[in-house]
């Protein structure tokens, strides 16, 4: 079942990219590239209203949940914090005026994958936290508190990653321009908004509500600098799948040495929770969907999406299982 819902993912993203762009290509038709930006934009404020919608309803539902449960939701949640951030990004490049007809159906595919996200990935995954068996939760304080201390930490190693990309990688050019002249795919513009977005996370402990918010923004802040650090310098790899598939690896041994690597991590991890009497159904079954169909897809046109796809989900299910490792309830 894993396998087939990772092929399943790819083979939904490929459908939904691909309708957007006819549907552009319509518009760009019937009322040219002005016409077709509206159409755009409003797409745009309808999918930023159901993200927004969604993230406000899903963190509310944590304080009723059991203690894996908590722990957990921020990976299904990621999904929406990813989002909101590349809706920033495509807002900012239509701010900026600088839209043309491949523009137009660019930015199309990325809000079309940005809809899979809100009404299928997100869903699922948070289907998959509520079914799960959990413990009883400790109680708001200890929940919170981890979740806090957690999130300082995470915010603070992707803000030293983000560093490392600028001085190193980008050799000190300034960002903000660098991100005007990528395209939203590229990673950089969306890593910049949940930077700005990790930054405004307050020091103070707060509700469980807008614990488990900071905790999924922190968590996919320093998710997105390691992607980008992996595409632009492990891999090479210059598009990495957002509303398109990403190009070719230039160093695909290691890319699948890293996949391997972060697979069996995730899988012992979650053994030794097991012998603990915690569960981990989602980052398990996760790291699965995306490690089976990427096996599955090898050798295919598909081979690349797959696995980066498998990639960054493990990414996220290593984090989940560290931290549900060392939470509270041991």
Same mark, same amino acid.
């Given at each position: 079942?894993?396998?087939?819902?990772?092929?399943?993912?790819?083979?939904?993203?490929?459908?939904?990219?691909?309708?957007?762009?006819?549907?552009?290509?319509?518009?760009?038709?019937?009322?040219?590239?002005?016409?077709?930006?509206?159409?755009?934009?409003?797409?745009?404020?309808?999918?930023?209203?159901?993200?927004?919608?969604?993230?406000?309803?899903?963190?509310?539902?944590?304080? !009723?949940?059991?203690?894996?449960?908590? =722990?957990? #939701? *921020?990976?299904? /949640?990621?999904?929406? %914090?990813?989002?909101?951030? +590349?809706?920033?990004?495509?807002?900012?490049?239509?701010?900026?005026?600088?839209?043309?007809?491949?523009?137009?159906?660019?930015?199309?595919?990325?809000?079309?994958?940005?809809?899979?996200?809100?009404?299928?990935?997100?869903?699922d995954q948070l289907a998959i936290v509520q079914a799960a068996p959990?413990?009883?939760?400790?109680?708001?304080?200890?929940?919170?508190?981890?979740?806090?201390?957690?999130?300082?930490?995470?915010?603070?190693?992707?803000?030293?990653?983000?560093?490392?990309?600028?001085?190193?990688?980008?050799?000190?050019?300034?960002?903000?321009?660098? !991100?005007?002249?990528?395209?939203?795919? =590229?990673? #950089? *513009?969306?890593? /910049?908004?949940?930077? %700005?977005?990790?930054?405004? +996370?307050?020091?103070?402990?707060?509700?469980?509500?807008?614990?488990?918010?900071?905790?999924?923004?922190?968590?996919?802040?320093?998710?997105?600098?390691?992607?980008?650090?992996?595409?632009?310098?492990?891999?090479?790899?210059?598009?990495?799948?957002?509303?398109?598939?990403?190009?070719?690896?230039?160093?695909?041994?290691?890319?699948?040495?890293?996949?391997?690597?972060?697979?069996?991590?995730?899988?012992?991890?979650?053994?030794?929770?097991?012998?603990?009497?915690?569960?981990?159904?989602?980052?398990?079954?996760?790291?699965?969907?995306?490690?089976?169909? !990427?096996?599955?897809l090898a050798g295919t046109p598909e081979a690349t999406a797959a696995?980066?796809?498998?990639?960054?989900?493990?990414?996220?299910?290593?984090?989940?299982?560290?931290?549900?490792?060392?939470?509270?309830?041991?």
């Amino acid at each position: 079942m894993a396998t087939s819902y990772g092929i399943g993912m790819q083979g939904l993203n490929m459908a939904v990219r691909e309708g957007a762009s006819v549907n552009a290509q319509a518009q760009l038709a019937a009322s040219g590239v002005t016409g077709a930006t509206v159409w755009l934009t409003d797409w745009l404020k309808r999918s930023t209203v159901s993200n927004s919608a969604a993230l406000t309803l899903g963190i509310q539902l944590g304080d !009723a949940m059991g203690y894996e449960q908590q =722990l957990t #939701l *921020p990976n299904a /949640l990621s999904w929406l %914090a990813y989002n909101d951030s +590349i809706l920033q990004s495509v807002q900012q490049q239509i701010d900026a005026g600088a839209l043309d007809a491949a523009g137009i159906d660019r930015y199309a595919r990325i809000l079309a994958d940005v809809d899979a996200a809100i009404n299928v990935y997100y869903p699922d995954q948070l289907a998959i936290v509520q079914a799960a068996p959990a413990q009883p939760s400790p109680g708001a304080g200890p929940v919170t508190a981890y979740l806090s201390d957690y999130t300082t930490f995470l915010a603070r190693a992707g803000k030293a990653q983000q560093d490392y990309v600028q001085q190193v990688v980008m050799r000190g050019q300034d960002p903000a321009v660098v !991100a005007r002249e990528n395209d939203v795919g =590229l990673l #950089l *513009p969306v890593v /910049l908004n949940l930077s %700005a977005a990790a930054a405004a +996370i307050p020091s103070n402990r707060d509700s469980l509500p807008d614990e488990l918010l900071q905790a999924t923004v922190a968590v996919t802040y320093y998710i997105a600098t390691t992607s980008l650090i992996a595409a632009v310098q492990n891999f090479g790899v210059d598009q990495f799948g957002i509303g398109a598939d990403p190009t070719a690896v230039q160093q695909p041994e290691v890319l699948l040495a890293s996949m391997s690597t972060a697979k069996k991590a995730v899988d012992q991890v979650a053994a030794l929770l097991a012998q603990r009497g915690l569960d981990a159904s989602l980052p398990v079954w996760a790291a699965a969907y995306g490690t089976d169909a !990427a096996q599955a897809l090898a050798g295919t046109p598909e081979a690349t999406a797959a696995q980066v796809l498998a990639l960054n989900e493990l990414y996220f299910d290593a984090i989940t299982v560290f931290m549900l490792q060392s939470g509270p309830v041991q």
